[in-house]
């Protein structure tokens, strides 16, 4: 049973339009992550969060922005969808170093057309 | 700056045979976590298994092991006794302990293996 959900699971959505992918998580953990991956290639981050209140951009730049006002909570929104924004959106969260890998959510597979 | 080399794009493996996938990694931390997941084509990320950088044995779970060489900077996943269910995408990941709180999760290429009947 997953700890983490990712909603919805595909999008396909028209050039322009508002959109906001969901994650939650049930952990408490703290670190959250939003990770982008085109198809067959390697994830990259895009938005990370400490906790409530903290956001910060990850390596790579994304037109997206993100909000933290629960823990369990880290929205993702597209203010305006272009054909370019067309990826799998993968979040997840961590307890933190050491040991702590992350769980994954399910991922968004997004299509704008 | 932290950096992980996956140099197999695509492998192929014989069911029941073993298969090794190659990780290189380049940090400064002194003390790292090396992780690998597995992404089948439904897309979601799987954990396998992880490696403490000051671990002295080799971690293994189930089917999986991994062939920790420090020297060499290499963490190399071992499937042995592959199953159909094993054709995947694999990737190899790096989380420094000592670097920024955030303990950002850095994430090779990915290979892409075929389990063959």
């Known amino acids: 049973e997953a700890d983490i959900y990712q909603t919805p699971r595909y999008l396909v959505i028209g050039t322009g339009k508002k959109i906001t992918l969901e994650c939650s998580q049930t952990?408490?953990?703290?670190?959250m992550y939003w990770y982008q991956q085109d198809p067959g290639m390697e994830l990259h981050l895009i938005h990370y969060?400490?906790?409530?209140?903290?956001?910060e951009k990850g390596d790579l730049s994304s037109e997206s922005t993100v909000s933290r006002i629960r823990t369990e909570h880290f929205p993702l929104t597209l203010e305006s969808a272009r054909p370019s924004h067309t990826s799998q959106y993968l979040c997840?969260?961590?307890?933190?170093?050491?040991?702590?890998?992350?769980?994954f959510g399910s991922g968004t597979r997004l299509t704008v057309v | 700056a932290q950096k992980i080399t996956q140099t197999q794009p695509g492998m192929f493996v014989q069911e029941k045979e073993a298969v090794t996938l190659d990780c290189t990694y380049d940090?400064?931390?002194?003390?790292?976590?090396l992780f690998w997941y597995k992404q089948p084509s439904s897309g979601e990320m799987i954990f396998l298994i992880y490696?403490?950088?000051?671990?002295?044995q080799n971690a293994t779970e189930g089917r999986y092991s991994l062939n920790f060489q420090k020297a060499r900077k290499s963490a190399n996943l071992v499937i042995s006794a592959s199953q159909l269910g094993d054709s995947a995408m694999y990737f190899c990941?790096?989380?420094?302990?000592?670097?920024?709180?955030?303990?950002?999760?850095?994430f090779g290429q990915g290979t892409t293996l075929q389990v063959k009947p």
């Open positions: 969060s400490y906790g409530v209140n903290s956001t």
């Open positions: 490696q403490g950088s000051y671990d002295q």
């Open positions: 952990m408490g953990h703290d670190k």
């Open positions: 997840a969260s961590s307890i933190g170093p050491p040991k702590g890998g992350y769980t």
């Open positions: 940090t400064s931390d002194p003390s790292y976590g």
């Open positions: 990941a790096m989380r420094g302990i000592r670097s920024s709180n955030t303990g950002k999760l850095i």
